[in-house]
């Protein structure tokens, strides 16, 4: 079985960051990609950025400019580094990971939640 535990979510105010990170563990052949999902209450999750093993990232519009992932492929863990902080940004931020142990599967994580004050 695979894991993947997220951490580094809290309260904040607006402007402020936070660094979330995320390890994945068990047996792993290869992941690819790695993403952080968010969800607020009401709305759907959302992808707000993704990283493959090539280095290529993707980021949701409207954490362009302000939110950074980055991976470390040897430690099977992803960061989003997360400044400027916006009170829209509060939601429960969930890790992904497409995990190839002989087959492609995907896994989450149990979420860590972000509040943003204004």
């Known amino acids: 079985q695979v894991q993947l535990v997220e951490s580094g979510g809290g309260l904040v105010q607006a402007g402020g960051s936070l660094r979330l990170s995320c390890v994945a563990s068990?047996?792993?052949?290869?992941?690819?990609?790695m993403a952080w999902y968010r969800q607020a209450p009401g709305k759907q999750r959302e992808l707000v950025a993704r990283i493959f093993n090539s280095g290529t990232t993707n980021y949701a519009d409207s954490v362009k400019g302000r939110f950074t992932i980055s991976r470390v492929n040897a430690k099977n863990t992803v960061y989003l580094q997360m400044n400027s902080l916006k009170p829209e940004d509060t939601a429960v931020y969930y890790c992904?990971?497409?995990?190839?142990?002989?087959?492609?599967?995907?896994?989450w994580g149990q979420g860590t939640q972000v509040t943003v004050s204004s």
């Open positions: 068990g047996t792993i052949f290869s992941i690819n990609p």
């Open positions: 992904y990971a497409r995990v190839y142990r002989g087959a492609w599967d995907d896994y």
